[in-house]
Every structure is written in structure tokens, then in C-alpha cells.
């Protein structure tokens, strides 16, 4: 297949100097996606790829199957609005793109958005009501769910109003109780990355700023209304990293200090006339402290440190609903408003309760404070994202939207292992397969896990990982150090210089794999996603032989000038900055762009580039890609495989998300020899 595939032009010349070397780029040219050499590259390499997958026997099976697991009727918890209605989003089965739906109380429901009615290629980013339902403020993108755009509609009347917000990449929308206006984050003009602020949009009126950081660029912002209505909870990141906290007194402007150092990560709610603080300051596995109003950097303990990861606490129907990371799944316990245990709740497997988004982890417990309902979300790897209804009297967690999608978990089993990695540490690993497989080391495993910006790889649903457990495969996660299953030190052990320890908990669990007699290496693919899909390229490069096949979207591959892209000088906090010498000289080591070796032989790989990228560097995987082929000739095939139309985090339909995921699938039956029913 590599014969196949365009050579790409080594340009000998092309490089850089750094800390006094020359660095090799011999594709730097590929950076310009829309330059003609480089775009009849791509269409080239795609061609050759769809020759492999599209010629996958059992393709057709493949689509049904995963058609079946993606296309499902939903609904969310509902999002109360007014008296008397209440708004959700929905989905039918045949729907490309969720939709916003109105009830009103002894009405039919109404489609207020309806993104399946407009282009193919413009996505609904979010869409948040005003206090009292008669607007919604909604963010709008073309090609990707980035960089998108705030317009308002006047739900009774369906006109979007002339309101255009000022500033780029709109996020964070946040009402005034009476609905006069919101709060959003935005960067100065459309066109820049950095210098996200918090403003101020008044229907009808204009825009103003409220806060940021003028000093660090760097940092972003994100911004909530209390429910009472009386405050905005206005923050700025470190990233993933730290954040700090003011409240800004809406009555007055006063800008309170709740956490005004950049040195722990905060999460804060209004309650009554007293300020509930999430936060990791003196406990890197998080404590609940809470503060009088009058005096909101005066914090208390409420809920100490414990073993177990706190990863949110939400107030609702007057008790305190805290989410714990319990060995990288999701335990739920419920307490007084003085933080007095009452009980755990029993949730419906092994599984997760939160989600984790652009701000960090999103609690997936809702509801008012001063309301009844208490709405729980959950999900597995074997049960897709549905939505209860917790009864406190009876202690029972009520279905409310809870999917069909033709995977039945009792025929699968969801374990957790614990292995050793290189130096000793304990790791763990969900491990999930059909009940009754038999450890007889012929089994394809697809082996996946993320190790960075202390987001937990926890038990989630998709449909790529429910039909290859109907394949027979076996579906292994990796709770690697650099995420968030284990704390802030967990967090930081594969951080800068720190970094391979990811790597080798990776290695290490292949390796375990092999050992522990579920599959051989020629049976094992690695599978990873952006900063994962950072770790299967570096793993797959340093430990060739433990892996025979590796699936690597949307990554970073040259981390020699990943400062250069988007956002993600930022994110030298995370990875360490090529500018500091003794960093760059770590990240050297390891980028897999600089450690092609013509002497491996390298496992066969296939690098998705999502083209509309806003996230990672798109043309990260074509430069990997034309460096393996022109490079590597012992080991591969090596395959591009382009996502059009695509952002960071997939495409924007259904049937496109489909086709992707259908690609992905029969690269693994290809690479593993895995045969359709």
C-alpha cells in the first residue's frame, strides 16, 4: 500500500536553529493545508487509504453496527425556564445534529433550534436559555464545533435579534436572572487566540468587558450566574492546571476575592448566604470548604480529604450531591447542607456520573438548589449516556433516558486490573470483554488511554468501543499518570520532565496484556485521541515490538513547535516550553516527529488528521506520516487517513461521525485480522 501512495517532497533545506542545533523539517510545507502541493498530497495519501479500508470484508457490517450504537433516540434533564416551561436537548434516531426543544406546560413540544434544518457543515455549538425561557443565546461554527459565534433568538417570536456580541471564539454564556443580558468569554477580535476576558452583552444595547488577565495572555476565562442571581462566579485558568476565583456582586459591580491566587483549582456555587467552595488547596484529592458571603476567601473545611478523588459537589433540593473518582470510575454520595454524610447512592454499574468539557470536569448531577428534583446522568463503557431521576425518600436512582443501543451488558464483563509499571507504581486498567472469554492469547485487544492536562480517562460509552466488543475484541483502558483519576499528584508525576512515565504505564500495559495471557503483540492495536494520541506515537516508538497496529487522531507529533499552533503556547505548562533548554532537550527525546529511526521496524499506523483543527496542529499526522514512509521503510504500512470537514472533536453529523468511526474500526479488522459475522 505505501508503494501506492504519493512520495511526499523532502525538502533538504528547511529547518531551524534551537538552543544552538540545527533542527531537520524537511515538511514544513505541508503546514500550509491549502497550498496545491500540499492538498493533491492529501487527496493522494486518502486515495490509497480508502483502497485498504474500503476494501475491508465485512465493511456493510460494520456501518449496520455502528449505525445502531450512534443512531438512538435521547433527551437531557430538563432545563427549567419560567413557571411554566421548561427547555431540553433532543435527538431522534434519524437526526445528524441534536436539537434545542421548548415544552411548554399543556403544549406540544417545539424545535426552538434545529440545526438538521440549516447546512450540513454549520454546527450548533451550545444554545443557553435566559432565566425566564424567552431568549436563548446560542453559538454558532462552520466546518468544526471551533471558533464559534453568539447570536440571541426571541423564542416567541423565532427572530434572531441584530445583538452581535463583540470578540472571537465565544464561549461560557451565562444569563442575568432577569434576562435583560448575559455574560460570555471571548477573545478581543476574531482572529486572536489569546487574551480571553469575561464581558458584559446588553439586548439591544452593547458589549462591555468585565475581567481578565492583562498580564498573561495565556490564561482563559470562563464565567457562571449564581442561581439566586445576585453574583457572577468569574475565573481564569492555568489551563487545566489552576485557576483563580472572584465573585462579581451584580448589585453593586464589587468584584469580590474568593481565590485571587493562581496556585489550586476552584469550583464555587452560591447558596443561600453561603459560598460553597470544590478545591484542591492543601488536599490534592480536593475537600469541600464553604465561606461566608460577607467574607468569601474565609474558608472552612465542610468535606475533608479522603482517599478517593473529589471530582464536584452540587447543591440541589437543599443537600450536597459529591462526585467521587473511586479507582478511576464514579461513586455518588449525598450529604447535608453542613456537609453531615447521609448515604452513598447506588448507581447502575460500574461507570461515570461527570463529563469532562473545555472548563474542566462538568458535574452530572443538576437541579435548583431550592428545587425538588435532583437529575443524575450516567453512562459505562457498555450503556450510553442516560439521564435519572433520584428519589430521595426511596433512595432510587428512577430511569428517565436511559437508550436502547442493542449492546446488552450482561453479556460482557467490566473488570479492573492493577499492574506495575517501569519503576514500580501501581496503575490501573479496566479491562472489558465478553463473559466467559477464555485467556487463551489469541484475543485482538485495543488498548487506549490519554495520560495528560488531569483529565480522568474514565468508563464512557461510544460506539467504536460497542462494536468491538460485538467483534469479540477486548476493550483495555489505562489509567495512566498525567490524568485526573488520582489527584493533583497523580496529575503532575507526567508532567514537563516527568513525562515518560506516561509512556512507560502505557508499555507496561501492553506488555501486561501479553503476559496475563488475554493476547499476543502481532493482536494488539493502541488506540488514542489528541494528547492520546500523542502517547500511542511515542509508545509505538519506543516499543515497537509490543505493538502490532496504532490508531493516532488529531495529535501532537512535533512537540518541538507546538507553541507555534493556536492556543497551545498555554500549554507549556503542561508539556514544558521548547524555549527553556533543558526542556526542550526532554522533549526532543520523546517528539515523535524527531525520532523516526530507519533501523525499527514500527507497527503498522494510521494517523487521522482533522483538517478543520483548531485544537492540534492539523498538519501534525502528514508530517508524521511522510516521515515514517520516506523513513521507516522496514516497519507499516503507514496511512493517512484525512477528516474532513472535522474539528478536534470529530465531525459535525451523524452520518459523518459514522463513516468515521467505520473507518477506524475496519482499520483495526484489517491491521488485527479481526473477520466480521
Known amino acids: 500500500m505505501t508503494a501506492e501512495a504519493p512520495v511526499a517532497r523532502r525538502d533538504p533545506v528547511t529547518g531551524y536553529e534551537l538552543h544552538g542545533q540545527w533542527i531537520r523539517d524537511p515538511y514544513a510545507w505541508m503546514e500550509r493545508l491549502d497550498d496545491p502541493e500540499t492538498r493533491e498530497w492529501i487527496a493522494g495519501q486518502e486515495a490509497a487509504t480508502e483502497r485498504v479500508l474500503h476494501a475491508v470484508p465485512g465493511r456493510g457490517w460494520l456501518r449496520a453496527e455502528v449505525n445502531r450504537a450512534a443512531r438512538y433516540a435521547r433527551r437531557s434533564a430538563p432545563i427549567p425556564a419560567g413557571p411554566d416551561r421548561e427547555f431540553a436537548w433532543e435527538a431522534r434516531g434519524a437526526d445528524e445534529k441534536l436539537r434545542l426543544i421548548l415544552h411548554r406546560r399543556g403544549a406540544p ?70 434576562g435583560s443580558g448575559f455574560f460570555y468569554v471571548a477573545t478581543p477580535d476574531p482572529g486572536e487566540v489569546y487574551g480571553e476576558a469575561v464581558y458584559e452583552h ?56 474568593v481565590a485571587p491566587a493562581m496556585r489550586s ?18 488536599a490534592p484529592r480536593g475537600r469541600l470548604c464553604a465561606a461566608p458571603l460577607s467574607a468569601p476567601a474565609r474558608w472552612r473545611t465542610l468535606i475533608p480529604e479522603c482517599p478517593d478523588t473529589l471530582q464536584s459537589v ?29 448515604r452513598e447512592i447506588t448507581l447502575p454499574g460500574l461507570g461515570s456520573v461527570n463529563s469532562n468539557h473545555g472548563d474542566g470536569t462538568v458535574s452530572g448531577v443538576s437541579g435548583a438548589w431550592r428545587g425538588v428534583d435532583v437529575w443524575v446522568s450516567f453512562e459505562s463503557f457498555l450503556q450510553p449516556p442516560s ?48 463473559a466467559g472469554l477464555s485467556r ?37 483502558v489505562a489509567n495512566i499518570r498525567g490524568g485526573g483519576e488520582y489527584g493533583r499528584q497523580w496529575h503532575e508525576a507526567a508532567t514537563k520532565t516527568r513525562r515518560q512515565n506516561a509512556f512507560d504505564d502505557f508499555v507496561a500495559a501492553a506488555r501486561w496484556l501479553v503476559a496475563a495471557g488475554y493476547t499476543r503483540p502481532d493482536r494488539l492495536a493502541t488506540r488514542g485521541n489528541s494528547n492520546g494520541g500523542l502517547l500511542v506515537a511515542v509508545a509505538a ?23 507555534q499552533f493556536s492556543h497551545l503556547g498555554a500549554a507549556v505548562v503542561e508539556y514544558g516550553s521548547p524555549e527553556d533548554p533543558v526542556e526542550s532537550a526532554y522533549l526532543a527525546g520523546y517528539s515523535p516527529y524527531h525520532n523516526v529511526r530507519a533501523d525499527r521496524r514500527y507497527p503498522i499506523m494510521a494517523c487521522a488528521a482533522a483538517l478543520n483543527d483548531r485544537v492540534a496542529p492539523p498538519y501534525d499526522p502528514l508530517k508524521m506520516i511522510a516521515r515514517l514512509q520516506a523513513e521507516a521503510p522496514h516497519g507499516g504500512p503507514y496511512l493517512l487517513l484525512p477528516l474532513r470537514e472535522s474539528g478536534h472533536s470529530g465531525a459535525i453529523t451523524q452520518t459523518a461521525l459514522v463513516e468515521q468511526d467505520v473507518d477506524e474500526l475496519s482499520f483495526f479488522c484489517w491491521a488485527l485480522d479481526v473477520t466480521t459475522p
Not at 483549582?265 to 488547596?281: E, G, I, K, P
Open 109 to 178: 413540544p417545539e424545535a426552538v433550534l434545529d440545526p438538521n434544518t440549516w447546512a450540513s457543515e454549520e454546527a450548533l455549538v451550545f444554545a443557553v436559555p435566559s432565566p425566564d425561557g424567552r431568549r436563548v443565546a446560542y453559538g454558532t461554527a462552520v466546518g468544526s464545533t471551533h471558533n464559534p459565534v453568539i447570536s440571541v433568538l426571541d423564542v416567541e417570536t423565532g427572530r434572531v435579534l441584530p445583538d452581535r456580541p463583540g470578540g472571537g471564539n465565544h464561549a461560557s454564556v451565562a444569563w442575568r436572572r432577569d
Open 202 to 257: 446588553e439586548i439591544g444595547a452593547g458589549t462591555q468587558r468585565i475581567f481578565g488577565d492583562d498580564r498573561h495572555k495565556e490564561y482563559w476565562c470562563s464565567v457562571e450566574v449564581s442561581q439566586c442571581g445576585r453574583f457572577a462566579v468569574l475565573y481564569a485558568w492555568d489551563f487545566v492546571h489552576a485557576n483563580v476565583v472572584y465573585l462579581l456582586r451584580l448589585a453593586d459591580g464589587a468584584l469580590l476575592p
Open 265 to 282: 483549582l476552584n469550583r464555587v456555587q452560591v447558596l443561600d448566604d453561603t459560598l460553597l467552595v470544590h478545591t484542591d488547596l492543601e
Open 314 to 342: 452540587s447543591g440541589v433540593a437543599g443537600r450536597l450531591y459529591a462526585v467521587y473518582s473511586h479507582a478511576a470510575s464514579h461513586r455518588l454520595s449525598v450529604s447535608t447542607a453542613d456537609g453531615t454524610y447521609l
Open 387 to 434: 439521564v435519572y431521576r433520584y428519589d430521595f425518600a426511596a433512595d432510587e436512582l428512577v430511569p428517565y433516558d436511559v437508550p436502547d443501543v442493542g449492546l446488552d451488558p450482561a453479556e460482557y464483563v467490566t473488570g479492573q486490573i492493577w499492574y506495575h509499571s517501569r519503576d514500580g507504581t501501581p496503575v490501573s486498567m479496566f479491562v472489558v470483554h465478553r
Open 440 to 476: 487463551d492469547g489469541q484475543r485482538p485487544v485495543r488498548l487506549t488511554g490519554y495520560g495528560g492536562f488531569n483529565i480522568p480517562f474514565e468508563p464512557r460509552f461510544t460506539p467504536t468501543n460497542a462494536v468491538w466488543l460485538k467483534l469479540g475484541g477486548v476493550l483495555a
Open 541 to 563: 516508538l519506543q516499543a515497537p515490538e509490543a505493538i502490532r497496529a496504532v490508531f493516532c487522531r488529531a495529535a501532537l507529533l512535533d512537540m518541538l513547535r507546538f507553541p
